[in-house]
């Protein structure tokens, strides 16, 4: 009997201490500085329906989302809702600081990057952005400074800190002389007397063989992805690979970070199309990484956003337990294709001190209205009608009767008379010849420009899927004057054909997901805070960034395991 029990205790004892080992095996495992290349790729604002919904618009599942590991808490040193610059620092530095701080902790201290100490540790480096290449996120990686805002002076500290350099933002580096930024340097100029190579056409890339490169692909930020120049601007994926080519020559290893800067941006827009062609970009950037991870066991690739952007929800209200995203796939452009088109196509008048508001609908007097619109308009005295001829279209006004005929058919309209002059509602005028109106205002609301423009043929072959009324009236009723609404107003039709729902324009608070594959990967198990990122990167590339880097990951081994 005693036995009995011994060998079945012994059995449990043993199958415990096999199960603790294979955990220990997994958490924990990896040596100081075994990682000899590692690449970041942060998906700026990409939050878990982010992920939804491009999985869900491709059909299955993104490459990278087999690697999860855990999440990442977001919050800066002065707010649980963080923007690029004190998310980025956390990430780049391991430190905490305020929202739009560039690497400067809140005490005033400029703490060394991960960047910075694969650099001083003989190792090659490189920044990849779709934005422009000084803006937060790559930024805080090799520069400080108590303003992201201060991209001239952030643009001063990438030339010799940085091996390979690429994305947007030409700007920065060159001098008003030459259309840029810089009050007198040239920066083009001095990486190329640095030994850089300096491109700015993706048919540049096969010619690259240097060690460093400097390439700037746009005068300030590139397009989304759905909206890029094919021919001259090279992808996310692209850029991402001519760096790992790069830097993969130093027999020291590298550190890389890659940046999928505009799907923040898609989320600041409420713009769906661009958000999921953007994420669908970042993951052939990804699969780059992955490729190299996967011939060179030694490195390590890290996928993880630096916060959410927008609250984005699959689902909304109207539609129930619905969502509509396959709708997006006939878009060919982004919301600002959209909102750049119907500016474009749009003709504008000026709304004068004539003008007369009633119930919030603008009226000005039919003879000034036509001749903005180069029309022509005759006026028969004897039985008091008006014919109006503008844009191939053509139609009679009966003052008198008050009545308007469009080839001798009555059409409702709205007018009035006053002092012998009609006032014509320009709603019912861009009714009359086949157009919309909608009104741009000036910073004290005052109404100051009429854009008239057909609202479905312009819009409908972008987004790819009919407009409603509903939509076209939306669209018209928000002030002109300033693209950024009109664009963020796309985004809300399209966003709501998709059946998807948005609780922000503006950045979130909650932890995102976090993917790793290769070397030292399961490091990552679990919840970690942004300033751990690199504290356990600086331990697994052994580039010594922190003290007590063994104590720190034994504690992140004693909290998963306990």
Known sequence: MFSKFYSRSAKVFIAAVLIWTSLVSVVGAEEKGSAK??????????????LTA????????LSFERYVKGLMKTASADTNVTDS??????MATGYKTNNGVISVTPDGVKPDSILDAARESGKSTGLVATSRITHATPAVFTAHD????????????????????????????LPESEGGKQPERNLVEEAKAAGYEYITNRSEIGQVDGDQI????????????????????????????LAVDTLSKNDKGFFLMVEGSQIDWAGHANDPIALITDMLAFEEAVDVALEFAR??????????????????????????????????????????????????KAITTDVGSSVRVVNHDIYMPLREVVDQLDGKLDYNGTDLTVDVEIANSAFTVNLPEKSVKVASQEQESDFFVENGTAYFNLKSIAELIGLQVAYGQDEDGNVTTAYWVDVKQVVEPIVGFKLTEEDVAQLTSVNWNNATTLINEVGTVV????????????HTGEELPLYAYGKGANEFVGLIDNTNLPRILSYLMGVELFENEEAFMQELEKRRNQ
Do not use: C
Not at 85 to 90: C, F, P, R, S, V
Not at 495 to 506: F, K, P, T, V
């Open 37 to 50: 290349n590692v690449i970041l790729l942060i998906p700026d604002g990409m939050g878990i329906s982010y």
């Open 54 to 61: 491009t999985r869900i618009y491709k059909g299955e599942e």
């Open 85 to 90: 610059a004190a998310a980025g620092t956390a």
């Open 146 to 173: 108590p303003s992201r805002g201060n991209e001239v002076a952030l643009a001063t500290e990438y030339i010799n800190n940085v091996d390979v350099i690429l994305g947007g933002g030409r700007d920065m580096f």
């Open 214 to 241: 400097l390439g700037l692909f746009a005068m300030s930020d590139l397009k989304y992805e759905i909206d890029r120049d094919k021919e001259n601007v090279p992808s996310l994926a692209e850029m991402t690979k």
């Open 295 to 344: 011939e060179n066991s030694d490195t390590l690739v890290v996928v993880v956003g630096d916060h959410e952007t927008g609250g984005m929800n699959i689902g909304n209200t109207p539609g129930g337990y619905q969502e509509n995203i396959a709708v997006l796939k006939n878009a060919t452009g982004s919301v600002n294709t959209v909102g750049a088109e119907l500016l474009s």
């Open 495 to 506: 966003s709501g054909h998709a059946l998807i729902s948005w609780g922000s324009r503006h």
